[in-house]
């Protein structure tokens, strides 16, 4: 481990990699006022969470290979700026098109948090404690994208949608201002080096272990995402929830999340890390099952819509709890291999599974059509994807935090 003096605040390490989980949820309780106020499809507003999660892809591929050079502190202030000057079109957007493209913004601005916020930790910490600090990590995260629903709902029944947006552009001022003062660089600057962004490509895609955790980690995320995205109109259009009670829903889901952080953490005392992500396996499959099942027999029994919306977010607490085991564990162990040049290669590692809960939201908008049926049975095609997943490319490998 590198002196105490490089090693960086917890808190500013969960405020930089919150700021990008809160903003991708913080405004979703006002999807289906989104699409009214802009005169457009369900479809369309739901593929702004699409146009951001792409955005983050892109920009976590530029970040990572840029703070190899330059460090991790001058490419977190500057991407802080451009997440503030998406926010500030996000706020003056009139059109469906305006807003895409400033999410996209935001988002190549906020993918900081994603990238650098895993390079700090990976710069300060190794063996053990990396996967400590990742479960850590993991239950405080929980809090921003579970929180932001809470937020948005409370500003968007009270105050508009649109001052969402201001809320976002105060939280990046006081982070850009903590992260001036507080953060210290935490790459060494011997170890800054140009380094091969191809070569590091071409590595990972001979790497079995990495690609069948980043896969893991895409999909697990493409669930949560895609609950964000398709859950507003779940619970608010068809259950009749309102958007604030929506968003308070999350206080519930952000406790398992943090449960799931906990005993990820506790866990790791007895068993293996691999042991820990395939019991979360199983639970996210037994969830997202069961979710399925009381959905498809509601043709046949009337079920009411209290009835309906405590399930719904019950089992997707079940959900959330086996995706925290999952995520923390594999995002730990994934780079280990390639400390040397970490900040390309989670860019690169990034990239490739940002890209994959892009593409996984994409396929929830694609599959909206107005029912219930829609979310749960993506759900459970997700659960039993990444099981197999874990059978044929991560089950037969041995691997340690280093």
């Known amino acids: 481990m590198q002196s105490m003096q490089k090693t960086p605040p917890i808190w500013i390490m969960v405020l930089v990699a919150g700021l990008s989980q809160m903003s991708e949820t913080v405004y979703t309780p006002s999807l289906p006022e989104i699409a009214r106020a802009l005169h457009t499809a369900a479809s369309m507003v739901e593929y702004t969470l699409t146009i951001y999660l792409f955005g983050m892809a892109i920009g976590v591929l530029f970040w990572g290979k840029l703070s190899d050079s330059l460090g991790r502190k001058p490419c977190i202030i500057a991407g802080l700026l451009i997440f503030i000057i998406g926010c500030i079109g996000c706020y003056f957007s009139t059109t469906i098109t305006m807003l895409m493209i400033s999410r996209f913004v935001q988002a190549f601005g906020g993918s900081i948090g994603s990238v650098l916020g895993q390079a ?49 552009i105060a939280f990046a001022l006081f982070v850009c201002v903590s992260v001036v003062f507080w953060l210290p660089e935490t790459h060494d600057v011997t170890r800054r080096k140009k380094v091969s962004a191809i070569s590091i490509a071409q590595k990972l895609m001979l790497d079995k272990k990495v690609i069948g955790l980043g896969l893991l980690v895409a999909a697990s995320n493409g669930i949560l995402f895609s609950y964000f995205a398709e859950g507003s109109f779940f619970l608010i259009d068809l259950l009749g929830l309102s958007a604030s009670k929506y968003g308070m829903s999350f206080i519930f889901i952000a406790s398992a999340t943090m449960l799931g952080g906990i005993v990820s953490k506790k866990l790791h005392a007895y068993v293996s890390s691999m042991t820990i992500m395939n019991f979360g396996l199983s639970v996210v499959l037994c969830s997202t099952a069961l979710f399925s099942s009381i ?86 095609t997700i659960a039993i994807f990444m099981k197999i997943i874990y059978f044929a490319m991560i089950k037969e490998k041995t691997f340690s935090v280093k």
């Open 120 to 168: 700090l930790c990976r710069d300060a910490f190794c063996g053990p404690d990396l996967s400590k600090i990742y479960a850590t990590m993991g239950s405080a995260l929980a809090v921003f994208p579970a929180v932001g629903p809470i937020i948005g709902g409370y500003i968007a029944d009270n105050f508009g949608w649109i001052n969402i947006f201001l809320f976002l």
């Open 295 to 380: 959905i498809l027999i509601t043709p046949f029994f009337t079920l009411s819509p209290l009835t309906l919306v405590l399930t719904t977010i019950i089992l997707h607490m079940m959900t959330v709890f086996g995706i925290c085991m999952i995520t923390s564990n594999a995002l730990a162990a994934a780079l280990v291999d390639y400390r040397d040049c970490i900040g390309t290669a989670s860019s690169l590692f990034g990239c490739f599974y940002m890209t994959g809960i892009s593409l996984s939201t994409f396929g929830m908008g694609l599959l909206h059509n107005g029912t219930l049926f829609p979310m749960p049975l993506y759900f459970l």
